[in-house]
T-cell receptor, first 110, second 115 residues
């Protein structure tokens, strides 16, 4: 079973920041938080991952709380092409596979 | 890089027929994963290989499913005989050595319909 809890859906206005929350209260010390997204009919796409510190790349920022029990993925300027299902995944180093939950369906509206 | 390549992209077959799905991982990646996605069960792992050796096949539904990785650049997932409940999208993914921060890159998937 997935170790994360995400809202089933969210809306965001185009050009605004999209903040997607994720709860992972049972996360272990050596487990990373990964974010993937899946645009309709495509394969999942890696976005970002982190352990303790906040992370930023060209796609998004990841904010992890100090107790590591929750995190937020931030898309700073959402576009219509960011409409997708976003998956938050907790995974340890010895675990090969990704366990996908139901994710959050983000709809970016004009 | 071309990314993970899967073929065919679409497959329609009749119940009882053999189906073979193919995957070419990203060059240099030595871990390969097969996932299946359905509306009912979402995305689930079927099997994964590390250095061409199957590591975890606990997700393979039953003996009708088999997967091979004869070399670092090719893998197959075979269903024999196929059944309507096997209809799904099958994704292949590859990554660098399994570890703390490896990233999996997914292919475009094969949409399988078994009539």
């Amino acid at each position: 079973d997935a170790k994360t809890t995400q809202p089933p859906s969210m809306d965001c206005a185009e050009g605004r920041a999209a903040n997607l929350p994720c709860n992972h209260s049972t996360i272990s010390g050596n487990e990373y938080v990964y974010w993937y997204r899946q645009i309709h009919s495509q394969g999942p796409q890696y976005i970002i991952h982190g352990l303790k510190n906040n992370e930023t790349n060209e796609m998004a920022s990841l904010i992890i709380t100090e107790d590591r029990k929750s995190s937020t993925l931030i898309l700073p300027h959402a576009t219509l092409r960011d409409t997708a299902v976003y998956y938050c995944i907790v995974r340890g180093g010895s675990q090969g596979n990704l366990i996908f939950g139901k994710g959050t369906k983000l709809s970016v509206k004009p | 890089d071309a990314g993970v390549i899967q073929s065919p992209r679409h497959e329609v077959t009749e119940m009882g027929q053999e189906v073979t799905l193919r995957c070419k991982p990203i060059s240099g990646h030595n871990s390969l994963f097969w996932y299946r996605q359905t509306m009912m069960r979402g995305l689930e792992l079927l099997i994964y290989f590390n250095n061409n050796v199957p590591i975890d096949d606990s997700g393979m539904p039953e003996d009708r499913f088999s997967a091979k990785m004869p070399n670092a650049s090719f893998s197959t997932l075979k269903i024999q005989p196929s059944e309507p409940r096997d209809s799904a999208v099958y994704f292949c993914a590859s990554s660098l050595p399994i570890g703390q921060a490896d990233t999996q890159y997914f292919g475009p998937g094969t949409r399988l319909t078994v009539l």
